[in-house]
């Protein structure tokens, strides 16, 4: 468990927090053109569709690049820093903002495998997903 901000969820993002409280990673895909869609959205950008399913991914990727926040942007995260906040590429193709976790950020490298976590937010119901070196 641990202190952060709460991400607010929607009706639009909903299945998703679900899932990771199953400690389950999931994204959209559209059900016309097969893109994988992440963040979540109403309609595909590729082809317009709405016909958007949550579909499980494996939660593999790559660090696509990443910045360490040694100064905390929110008080509540002062116990935190150093924090690595990195763009992951998931090995299904879309591109995720979370954190990198149990790695020293000395040691964080572009391309560096990453597989994803599950941690549970103090004081709440939500599961954030974050990543761990593979
Ligand atoms: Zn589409």
Request: charged letters at 20%; hydrophobic letters at 40%.
């Amino acid at each position: 468990m641990s202190a952060r901000l709460i991400p607010p969820s929607t009706e639009l993002t909903q299945p998703y927090w679900d899932a990771t409280r199953r400690e389950q990673l999931v994204i959209q895909q559209c059900a016309d053109c097969a893109d994988r869609i992440f963040p979540p959205r109403a309609r595909c950008p590729k082809c317009g569709s709405a016909q958007l399913e949550w579909q499980p991914v494996s939660g593999r990727g790559v660090i696509y690049t990443y910045t360490v926040a040694r100064r905390a942007p929110h008080p509540v995260l002062a116990e935190q820093c150093p924090i690595t906040i990195a763009v992951v590429e998931l090995e299904e193709g879309p591109r995720m903002i979370s954190n990198l976790t149990g790695c020293d950020p000395n040691e964080v490298e572009v391309g560096m495998a990453v597989q994803v976590a599950f941690e549970a937010i103090d004081d709440s119901d939500v599961v954030l997903p974050v990543f761990k070196q593979a």
